[in-house]
């Protein structure tokens, strides 16, 4: 059997060998305590008498599946349902795909008006500044903050070539849209060894851009992505604490942290007494 363990805590196993059986699983994308201490939370609540108290819900700030392979998010579904969560409330899925492996309802909460509401009063002359998807991937995440603020868009485009002498690909940024002389607020879901983040930064540096800042739901910051950052030309970074981040404000000064903590608390409050939490989607 494989085990390996990646730099942002999450590990996966992969049974090489054959033992005769032809059924083969993959360890799942949470850290190994997280997936414990999940099974463990929600194994061990007691069954309440009213059914009203009875709703056993799984708190997912950062689903902790390897964003890439689905196979580890269909595995942590069903952990998770199997241990009895009957609800789950999450954020800013990396794939909002990731929703269609429960088969109980999933709450994915918004990060964008936390996103909005710092914008609009940490950056002066907001309107004048350019909001930047650091890959196509986020840029219906980027455009959907720029419309609703009425800001403009840039795009940095990511070409992935092999080089001549290995397989490995190395990934030419390009810029579409103008920046020169303009703060710019890159917006991005994950920022896990912030490589894309930093890259970004530099680019839109070079292209003239007055100030570079990072807006990003989930910092996992893993190995040396605070010293990277620390390094880079990005002038601020905000994140949320869906991810611990005490130890990362001591290391990095240019790290800002947002409270997720009264959106999950209502969110949790408004499932618990039977309410809609249809409000907790709105963007404004």
């Given at each position: 059997?494989?085990?390996?363990?990646?730099?942002?805590?999450?590990?996966?196993?992969?049974?090489?060998?054959?033992?005769?059986?032809?059924?083969?699983?993959?360890?799942?994308?949470?850290?190994?305590?997280?997936?414990?201490?999940?099974?463990?939370?929600?194994?061990?609540a007691d069954?309440?008498?009213?059914?009203?108290?009875?709703?056993?819900?799984?708190?997912?700030?950062?689903?902790?599946?390897?964003?890439?392979?689905?196979?580890?998010?269909?595995?942590?579904?069903?952990?998770?349902?199997?241990?009895?969560?009957?609800?789950?409330?999450?954020?800013?899925?990396?794939?909002?795909?990731?929703?269609?492996?429960?088969?109980?309802?999933?709450?994915?909460?918004?990060?964008?008006?936390?996103?909005?509401?710092?914008?609009?009063?940490?950056?002066?002359?907001?309107?004048?500044?350019?909001?930047?998807?650091?890959?196509?991937?986020?840029?219906?995440?980027?455009?959907?903050?720029?419309?609703?603020?009425?800001?403009?868009?840039?795009?940095?485009?990511?070409?992935?070539?092999?080089?001549?002498?290995?397989?490995?690909?190395?990934?030419?940024?390009?810029?579409?849209?103008?920046?020169?002389?303009?703060?710019?607020?890159?917006?991005?879901?994950?920022?896990?060894?912030?490589?894309?983040?930093?890259?970004?930064?530099?680019?839109?540096?070079?292209?003239?851009?007055?100030?570079?800042?990072?807006?990003?739901?989930?910092?996992?910051?893993?190995?040396?992505?605070?010293?990277?950052?620390?390094?880079?030309?990005?002038?601020?970074?905000?994140?949320?604490?869906s991810v611990?981040?005490?130890?990362?404000?001591?290391?990095?000064?240019?790290?800002?942290?947002?409270?997720v903590g009264?959106?999950?608390?209502?969110?949790?409050?408004?499932?618990?007494?039977?309410?809609?939490?249809?409000?907790?989607?709105?963007?404004?």
């Amino acid at each position: 059997m494989e085990l390996r363990t990646f730099r942002g805590g999450l590990a996966k196993a992969q049974i090489e060998d054959s033992t005769g059986s032809p059924v083969k699983r993959r360890g799942n994308g949470l850290p190994r305590s997280d997936t414990t201490e999940s099974l463990k939370s929600v194994n061990g609540a007691d069954e309440p008498a009213s059914s009203t108290s009875a709703k056993i819900s799984s708190f997912q700030p950062r689903p902790g599946y390897k964003q890439w392979v689905a196979q580890a998010g269909t595995l942590v579904a069903d952990l998770l349902t199997c241990a009895g969560a009957d609800h789950i409330i999450t954020m800013d899925l990396h794939d909002p795909q990731y929703q269609g492996f429960f088969d109980i309802p999933v709450d994915n909460l918004y990060g964008r008006p936390l996103l909005k509401s710092y914008i609009q009063r940490n950056i002066p002359n907001y309107k004048q500044a350019v909001i930047v998807s650091p890959d196509a991937g986020g840029a219906k995440r980027a455009t959907a903050i720029a419309d609703q603020m009425g800001m403009e868009f840039a795009l940095i485009h990511k070409e992935r070539r092999p080089t001549k002498i290995t397989d490995r690909q190395n990934a030419t940024m390009m810029l579409v849209g103008d920046v020169r002389d303009r703060i710019t607020i890159l917006i991005d879901d994950l920022a896990d060894t912030s490589n894309t983040i930093t890259r970004a930064a530099k680019l839109l540096k070079k292209e003239g851009a007055s100030q570079v800042y990072a807006l990003v739901t989930h910092g996992i910051l893993s190995g040396d992505a605070i010293e990277r950052i620390n390094a880079s030309a990005l002038d601020k970074v905000v994140v949320t604490n869906s991810v611990d981040q005490v130890e990362h404000l001591r290391r990095c000064p240019k790290l800002e942290v947002l409270e997720v903590g009264h959106v999950f608390g209502e969110a949790i409050r408004r499932v618990h007494h039977g309410e809609s939490i249809s409000v907790l989607f709105q963007y404004d």
